[in-house]
């Protein structure tokens, strides 16, 4: 599901045929608040659904400087040799490396928002590998400045003010009359300040009225997860109709695909034995 698709089920599942208690901004707010929480439980599983490796990265007196969506280091690699600098947690771990007869093996440790090499003068470049932030989702209805390669945001739904924020994001855009999918693919740009994003040109150029979503990096299979924790959170409004039945209902189900999800995550690795390095 995007974010849109998110959106429509949410309001179902609250049972608001149209706008009543939530805005569209309240339920884009409340699916990124879930979506972060799901995103945790994703980041802790044993697959590395969303592990990257950033651009190389040269030190400076000794710190490499963590990507702005850095969410948890894994290690760093060496660009020029594809040695593994691993991270042993604080700075204050340090002093174990240098005790005599430990072999001068090179680790890294993290400072605020550095990494620390554990080498006077160290200047080679290098990757890092991390698990990243997942970005806000978003969705709406397209405003009257998009065109056939861009497509305006509704700023009333708070979109990133933050330039290039969405970039790299796939985007989807659907027909206002026929629903049909007009545009499926990267945000190649993005400006905060109009909140308009640049597109390729897509089949039917996407037009005021037009809704938009885009898509979470998450897999697919979590995103409903992301859906029951919102309806949960949204039923349990300060409002005289809320019900109870209703509301015993959809915690019993939120409970069950967090168990289901709980269960996916795990069999990423499948039947896999090895052995993994942690330490030398």
């Avoid at 400045?145 to 700023?155: D, I, R």
């Avoid at 994003?197 to 150029?205: D, F, V």
């Avoid at 995550?265 to 896999?272: I, K, N």
């Amino acid at each position: 599901m995007d974010a849109y698709e998110m959106r429509l089920q949410l309001r179902d599942n609250l049972g608001e045929t149209v706008a009543s208690h939530w805005s569209n901004a309240q339920l884009v707010r409340r699916l990124n608040i879930e979506h972060k929480a799901v995103a945790r439980k994703v980041v802790d599983s044993p697959g590395d659904w969303l592990l990257k490796k950033s651009a190389a990265l040269t030190p400076s007196s000794n710190q490499l400087t963590l990507p702005a969506d850095c969410l948890r280091p894994v290690y760093v690699e060496e660009v020029s040799s594809g040695r593994m600098i691993p991270i042993r947690g604080t700075i204050r771990e340090r002093s174990g490396g240098r005790l005599p007869g430990f072999g001068g093996a090179i680790e890294a440790y993290l400072i605020g928002n550095y990494i620390e090499i554990d080498q006077e003068s160290f200047g080679n470049t290098c990757y890092l590998w991390y698990q990243p932030r997942v970005l806000d989702l978003q969705s709406g209805t397209c405003q009257t400045s998009t065109g056939a390669t861009s497509v305006y945001f509704n700023l009333a739904n708070f979109p990133s003010g933050v330039d290039d924020y969405y970039n790299g994001v796939t985007l989807h855009v659907y027909d206002v009359t026929s629903n049909a999918l007009n545009f499926n693919g990267l945000i190649t740009d993005w400006t905060g300040l109009t909140g308009i994003a640049t597109i390729a040109s897509a089949a039917a150029a996407p037009a005021a009225l037009d809704k938009y979503g885009t898509v979470s990096p998450l897999p697919e299979e979590v995103h409903n997860l992301v859906v029951m924790r919102a309806t949960v959170k949204g039923i349990a409004k300060p409002s005289s109709t809320f019900e109870k039945e209703l509301f015993s209902f959809y915690r019993a189900e939120l409970k069950k695909e967090e168990e289901d999800v709980e269960a996916f995550l795990m069999s990423r690795l499948g039947d896999s034995v090895y052995t993994r390095i942690t330490d030398y």
